[in-house]
């Protein structure tokens, strides 16, 4: 497939992203004030880079920016009408409003439950169910210490809430699965090497921490959606004398949660450990707040401000002094409102940078977060901005809408390979994306999609500007134009040459890439 292109998607691949583009950095302007919880990140981090001698780069220009936000925020590219809009804007708080108007919107909370759905459920994310119920919960405005208790406790009795217990249900059977799980996803700790002896790397980590967390599940048992507490069940482990030990239920900063006696003669009360353990981790609020805000981080910047994000402890501090703790101050004292979190992240300084770095020198190391870093799209976010670019320019934002969008990426999720950060795409993943049916359908020109409407355009620069815009949301730079011009001017075919045009951009670097 596309043979004679072939040529044409080698030098794409190789766009900007990688090399550098000719496109300027945006001129100043005016910035619309942000809140003050962005504020505090800007003037932290601008005494970081002073104090560290850093110079941060330039401001990414508005259409990377725009490009960056959506993909961040709706899990796709923007379509050519949203690109051009916000180009037209001139109101030097066009970016705050962009913002304000994304994270307030049916997108935010149809993707982002995405996102929540993979920091808490790791390698088990993607349960209809569950992110259907995360949908809700953002929908609903709840904060994200509610949405810990449900998936801890429920109630899980109404079709609603019934979800939530998908946590729980997919490890209850498996007690080490269960304990390691909960504390990395909720409180940014791998307790995992603990199990058998003190952490050999950590101080922090002990036997007691590791069988004293475990002590909160000890008792939870069930599956299949009935989540139960047995009336007894201990943690136990061997002491450094040999002998058996209860663990008592402590708390990864080391607090021990006391259990109600019994009466003389009577029964302990009514007592359910997973009660106790939420009680305790929102009363600390620490290890809580700040494992989130630094997942958050990480999802919006590449890079956690601890790093990696399960490993939070007294030998890796926050990269910058004070940003996480202030962030997560905020974020406890205000009920934990996960749009007030995002909001602040993405109206900060470090997220507007540029990923190209024009000061000269060697490039800045990460933990300074001075320059955007390059980020592979998730296959997720590639999937949907392909169907969006390659589509008719047209977007429904309904639940139905959003869910057929998902339904024709579906198609091309299970030959994406998993990211990470220094992602490169697979022979089978690209020749997936050069070869499949899947992709081919959504590039054929036929109906009103991109493909039939360049095929209708009259004049190839005209075409070839129309495309890039479509696709990568930003005008085409005056080499890419004289260049894939000039390519256009010697095809036969105009139809097969538009899909061939689109089909070169979409499998691009700069495409599958945020930056």
């Given amino acids: 497939m596309r043979s004679s292109s072939l040529r044409l998607w080698a030098s794409l691949a190789a766009v900007w992203v990688l090399v550098g583009s000719a496109l ?72 705050e409003a962009a913002v304000r108007r994304l994270v307030a919107g049916p997108e935010f909370e149809w993707h982002f439950a995405t996102v929540l759905d993979e920091i808490i459920q790791g390698r088990y994310a993607g349960a209809e169910a569950f992110v259907g119920y995360l949908r809700d919960a953002l ?75 475990a002590a909160f599940f000890a008792r939870t048992t069930g599956g299949k959606g009935s989540i139960t507490e047995k009336p007894d ?42 009660e106790a353990l939420v009680r305790v981790a929102l009363e600390e609020k620490t290890f809580f707040a700040r494992a989130f805000v630094n997942r958050v981080w990480e999802y919006f910047h590449g890079r ?14 926050a990269s910058v002094p004070g940003l996480l703790d202030a962030l997560a101050d905020d974020f406890a004292s205000h009920d934990y409102d996960v749009r007030r979190l995002v909001t602040a992240v993405v109206l900060g300084r470090s997220y507007r940078l540029d990923s190209r770095w024009a000061g000269g020198g060697e490039l800045p190391a990460a933990r300074y977060f001075a320059v955007a870093r390059l980020r592979p799209l998730s296959p997720r976010q590639f999937a949907r901005s392909v169907v969006v670019a390659a589509g008719d320019g047209t977007f429904d934002t309904t639940p139905a809408g959003l869910a057929a969008l998902d339904k024709r990426a579906a198609e091309l999720l299970p030959a994406l390979d998993p990211r990470a950060a220094d992602f490169q795409s697979s022979t089978r993943e690209a020749l997936f994306v050069s070869n499949a ?17 360049l095929a209708g355009v009259k004049g190839d620069s005209a075409l070839v500007k129309r495309a890039v815009a479509a696709v990568y949301s930003r005008p085409a730079t005056d080499s890419e134009a004289a260049d894939l011009t000039a390519w256009l001017r010697k095809q036969p075919d105009r139809r097969a040459a538009a899909e061939d045009l689109v089909w070169a951009l979409v499998a691009s670097a700069e495409f599958q890439f945020n930056h």
């Avoid at 401000?305 to 402890?313: A, E, G, I, N, T």
Wanted: charged share 30%.
């Fill in 24 to 95: 300027a950095p945006a001129a100043d302007r005016p910035a619309a004030p942000p809140p003050r919880a962005a504020l505090d990140i800007d003037a932290l981090l601008e005494r970081h880079w002073r104090e560290a001698g850093v110079r941060p780069a330039a401001e990414a220009d508005d259409a990377t920016l725009f490009r960056r936000l959506m993909l961040d925020l709706t899990g796709r590219v923007p379509t050519a009408g949203e690109a051009a809009g916000f180009a037209a804007d001139r109101s030097p708080k066009k970016y």
């Fill in 233 to 274: 069940g201990e943690a136990k482990f061997a002491g450094k004398d040999g002998k058996e030990r209860v663990a008592p239920l402590m708390f990864i900063s080391g607090r021990v949660a006391e259990q109600p006696k019994a009466a003389a003669g009577g029964k302990p009360p009514p007592f359910n450990r997973r």
């Fill in 437 to 453: 049916e899947p992709v081919r359908k959504l590039i054929a020109a036929e109906g009103n999609n991109l493909a039939e409407r």
């Fill in 139 to 213: 929908r609903d405005r709840k904060g994200w210490d509610v949405i810990f208790r449900e998936v801890m406790l429920g109630p899980w009795d109404t079709p609603a809430r019934k979800p939530a217990v998908g946590f729980l249900d997919r490890r209850a059977r498996n007690l080490d699965v269960l304990t390691v799980d909960t504390a990395r996803a909720f409180f940014g700790v791998d307790v995992s090497c603990a199990r058998c002896h003190d952490h050999p790397l950590v101080d922090d980590w002990k036997r007691d921490h590791y069988y004293g967390m």
């Fill in 304 to 317: 956690g401000l601890v790093s990696p994000v399960d490993q939070m402890h007294s030998a890796n501090a």
